[in-house]
């Protein structure tokens, strides 16, 4: 008689993702180092004497890098990876799990 098992799936410790806190704490950091950017960029514009493109390359900043910020700050966790292309012609000897009483 033919046992029918699932190959169980091996996981590694490098597989989890990164905890919830080290991920918030990730994205607050990030956060706030572009904000520190910013207002370098806006003290530049307005005290430092510098040519015009010079000072409007530092208001660029001072006014987009909110918006940058804001959405790589609500970004959650890691991309997904893409998923792995299976060989469609892989594995036909073997029943799909929902159609195993055919084999029975």
């Known amino acids: 008689m033919k046992r029918w098992r699932r190959n169980p799936d091996v996981h590694q410790v490098t597989d989890a993702k990164p905890s919830l806190t080290a991920d918030i704490h990730r994205r607050e950091v990030r956060y706030l180092v572009q ?3 910013r207002t370098v960029c806006l003290i530049l514009a307005v005290v ?6 010079f000072r409007l390359l530092f208001i660029a900043g001072a006014v987009f890098l909110p918006y940058i910020a804001v ?4 970004e959650r966790g890691e991309p997904a990876p893409p998923p792995a292309f299976q060989d469609p012609e892989a594995n036909q000897s073997e029943i799909p799990l929902h159609r195993r009483e055919i084999g029975s």
């Not at 959405?71 to 609500?74: K, P, V």
Request: proline share 23%; glycine share 16%.
């Open 35 to 37: 904000m520190g950017i």
């Open 48 to 53: 430092v004497p510098v040519p015009w493109p």
């Open 71 to 74: 959405i790589g700050a609500n």
